[in-house]
Nanobody, 125 residues
């Protein structure tokens, strides 16, 4: 069973940075797609970024391209989301997701079966 635990959220001023971490366990993740989604109050959960573990291929939502960077550390079974130049509209609960052989180019929430509990990111103006 896949377990995902996110951390690193918090309160930051606009223009600041945060790094989210997602520690994955329960499987060998070399054939997995790992992704970050976010959900703001009253809105649907939306795709942020994804990475295919074995090749390191990545994709990003247009709204975060150039500001966010996804990466993974195989030794630590951890996926990171480095978030720079944060904006108030980035405020949301950020979720880590995993799917074996999953789609990593602009995936939907229904493309993933394993989810973490989420971590809150709040960007003040």
């Amino acid at each position: 069973q896949v377990q995902l635990v996110e951390s690193g959220g918090g309160l930051v001023q606009a223009g600041g940075s945060l790094r989210l971490s997602c520690v994955a366990s329960g499987r060998t993740f070399s054939t997995y797609t790992m992704a970050w989604f976010r959900q703001a109050p009253g809105k649907e959960r939306e795709f942020v970024s994804a990475i295919y573990w074995s090749t390191g291929s990545t994709s990003y939502a247009d709204s975060v391209k150039g500001r966010f960077t996804i990466s993974r550390d195989s030794a630590k079974n951890t996926v990171y989301l480095q978030m720079n130049s944060l904006k108030p509209e980035d405020t949301a609960v950020y979720y880590c997701a995993a799917e074996q052989y999953g789609k990593y180019t602009r995936p939907k929430t229904t493309d993933f079966s394993s989810w973490g509990q989420g971590t809150q990111v709040t960007v003040s103006s």
